[in-house]
């Protein structure tokens, strides 16, 4: 009894914690640099996605270091701790060149699903892109579908 | 003998090949792109640096979850591979908006130890920011330092 009692104090907290973190209000500096924050960060992967896509398309020569170099850099910046960037309050139409449509926050267990899987993309194709070519190219299938299925759902229209 | 030769030729072939690296020939789009990343990594530097000298200053509430996710994005961003962002040929004057000094290039072992300073003063942080907000600021000051002089040596005047 004592145990559950526990665990069920732990979960109120948890519960009070998680929406005491919702309720929280950010200026609207803080949200804006947040915004920025997080343009960045999709700049990042699409340069280092843009450079094994290249080397897969066979635009540019097949560079096993620099296609290593590259895979790290994506699944480092793809583990990047979401707390610090995706703050309520940010989503598009509440600030400026913003996309981020409010289902990040709606559906955050979706959305964390979704950012999951790019860091298992990303980390399987360190692997990958070290080895050869082909392996590279199947690999960046996995990166691309999982792109496209986090912005289908959680990115909205040009601004 | 064989044990020196072998060594020797090793040496040899890192020197080649660190030479023909550095002979790379970079279109200016792909300069252009590595500089943007550069710049992104930067900013995201001074997003979360920001966010952990607000908290140093009391301008923001100190709160140990985020000042900790703070210092772990911030040792992430830190670490990624300069392979694929630092090209040669991609320096202040070269091209546009790049503050980047030649030394990078030409003091290349002295850069990678600043590079690799900041490594350590951003990893430092991640046990500080979580502890109180005393040995977040102890260690901010590191953080400045290492931002310092980093740029003092090789960042060029604003464009």
């Known amino acids: 009894m004592q145990s559950k009692f526990s665990l069920s104090l ?5 519960i009070i914690m998680t929406t005491l ?9 803080e949200l804006k640099k947040a915004t920025a924050a997080r343009h960045s960060q999709m700049q990042m992967i699409a340069y280092h996605t843009g450079l094994l896509s290249e080397m897969a398309k066979g635009s540019t020569a097949y560079n096993a270091d620099l296609a290593t170099a590259a895979a790290e850099n994506l699944a480092t910046v793809a583990s990047m701790k979401r707390i610090t960037l995706w703050l309520i309050g940010s989503e598009q139409g509440a600030i400026a060149k913003s996309r981020a449509k409010s ?3 709606s559906d955050s267990i ?3 699903k979704t950012a999951l899987a790019f860091e298992a993309a990303s980390n399987a194709m360190i692997i990958a892109a070290g080895k050869n070519v082909d392996t590279l190219r199947t690999a960046m299938s996995s990166i691309g579908k999982s792109c496209q299925s986090c912005h289908e759902s959680y990115r ?3 601004n």
Do not use: R
Request: aromatic share 14%; charged share 15%.
């Open 10 to 14: 732990s979960a109120c907290i948890l």
């Open 21 to 29: 973190a919702g309720a929280d209000n950010y200026s609207n500096s």
């Open 103 to 105: 289902e990040i926050w």
């Open 110 to 112: 979706g959305f964390e």
């Open 156 to 158: 909205g229209p040009k």
